[in-house]
């Protein structure tokens, strides 16, 4: 796993997700089957909350619906921009939503002013899960909660897979495993359970899969700067070909092509309660 996410890579994500927020709520489906199997481990109500990477605010507006005050924090200009002025999603008719831009390594709340910290598809862009942990700590107040559900190693297996046939380059971003998400929120000082759980979309072609991940502007590799990931061969048509015959062979379910993503959910507690 990449040990920091430079300011340069930062740049680079806000960059990607900022350009998705046109078309990322129609395309990014097994992002909100996650949101709304995250917000299930929520109770009715949550007090003053915090939503971290609330991308197009759809989820953020689900959460200020059981809120009395919600802030909502997005590294992506972009993204918030469409958050709070053209979003389709039930309104904020009560203003309770504060949106701010921001990095959820460095969280730009009071310390110990909310009940409930949200986060759903986010994390996993964080290098640092401690510092993470400890931020989300930090802001909870005594008794609080946090539900965050996180993309873990071992996501897009089959893309890695497929890859290694044809060069030794990474293509596909090599996220934390599910333990050392736990094990932060322990260190940080929180009470923490957590699940997993395997969600897979399918795809009619390679170029349509790759895209899926392109539309919701996660293609960003956070590994891009090492070395040995300079010169991986571009992607030409008959690569594509080659590669798209290769994951059929491997993983095709009735002609169909799978992508898993592989998340974590962790509650946690603040361990004062
Ligand atoms: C896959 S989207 C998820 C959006 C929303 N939570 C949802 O479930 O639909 C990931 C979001 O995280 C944001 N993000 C990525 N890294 C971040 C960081 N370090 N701090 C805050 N937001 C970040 C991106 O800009 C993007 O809006």
New binding site residues.
């Given amino acids: 796993m990449h040990k920091q996410?430079s300011h340069t890579q930062?740049i680079r994500?806000?960059r990607?997700?900022?350009r998705?927020?046109g078309q990322?709520?129609e395309a990014?489906q097994i992002?909100?089957q996650?949101?709304m199997d995250?917000l299930s481990y929520l109770p009715e109500q949550v007090g003053v909350s915090l939503?971290?990477?609330?991308?197009?605010g759809?989820?953020?507006r689900m959460l200020a619906a059981r809120s009395n005050t919600t802030y909502a924090?997005?590294?992506?200009m972009g993204?918030l921009h469409y958050a709070k002025t053209e979003s389709v999603s039930p309104p904020d008719p009560d203003g309770v939503i504060t949106w701010l831009q921001?990095?959820?390594?460095q969280l730009p709340l009071q310390q110990h002013s909310v009940h409930t910290v949200f986060?759903?598809?986010?994390?996993q862009?964080?290098a640092q899960p401690d510092l993470v942990m400890q931020q989300i700590r930090g802001v909870l107040k005594p008794g609080g909660q946090a539900v965050l559900?996180i993309m873990v190693d071992n996501s897009f297996f089959e893309l890695n897979s497929v890859w290694a046939h044809f060069d030794q380059f990474r293509h596909v971003n090599q996220f934390h495993r599910a333990e050392t998400w736990r094990q932060a929120a322990l260190n940080s000082g929180l009470k923490v359970e957590m699940q997993r759980q395997r969600y897979t979309s399918y795809h009619l072609g390679l170029r349509e899969l790759l895209s899926s991940i392109k539309q919701?502007?996660?293609n960003v590799l956070l590994q891009a700067s090492e070395p040995n990931t300079q010169s991986a061969q571009p992607l030409s048509r008959s690569l594509l070909r080659q590669l798209e015959a290769e994951y059929r062979h491997q993983y095709a379910t009735f002609n169909a092509l799978p992508l898993s993503y592989d998340l974590v959910f962790l509650h946690c507690q603040h361990s004062d309660s």
């Fill in positions: 996410v930062k994500i806000a990607q997700f900022s998705a927020a990322y709520n990014a992002q909100l996650v949101a995250a939503d971290i990477g609330c991308g197009t759809r989820i953020t924090i997005d590294i992506a993204m921001a990095d959820a390594e986060s759903s598809m986010v994390l862009w964080c559900a919701v502007g996660a």
